[in-house]
């Protein structure tokens, strides 16, 4: 064991960029899949609504923020969709005629048996 005589810290900080969000289950990217598909067609509706009618109590700057979300919205399921096409691309090559496993949520058993769900 080598001797700790003396232990310097500099302050320095970095920013982390990892994300629990980013890391997505094949089951989490089938229900934000449909979560987003939902917005997105909320949000046509709001956008065609917002056309259609001029007299809409929308302004231009409310226009403008409906355009950005949709394009932000799209963008992510985009992403997602992509991933969830490679993955099961990839698990077709390594388990064929195999349906992909969706993970169960994660649970704390107490002792009396009973199921809770972890903090968050």
């Known amino acids: 064991m080598a001797p700790m005589n003396h232990v310097s810290l500099d302050g320095t900080k970095f920013k982390a960029n990892t994300s629990k969000h980013k890391a997505m289950s094949y089951g989490r990217m089938k229900s934000k899949e449909t979560e987003l598909q939902n917005d997105i067609d909320i949000l046509l509706e709001k956008a065609k609504e917002a056309d259609e009618n001029d007299e809409c109590n929308y302004t231009e700057e ?24 490679a993955l099961e691309e990839r698990e077709n090559k390594l388990h064929p005629n195999k349906e992909i496993p969706v993970s169960p949520p994660n649970r704390m058993f107490s002792p009396f048996g009973i199921a809770a769900t972890p903090y968050k």
């Open 62 to 85: 409310e226009k403008l923020e409906i355009e950005n979300e949709l394009e932000f919205k799209q963008k992510h399921l985009d992403k997602i969709s992509t991933g969830k096409q």
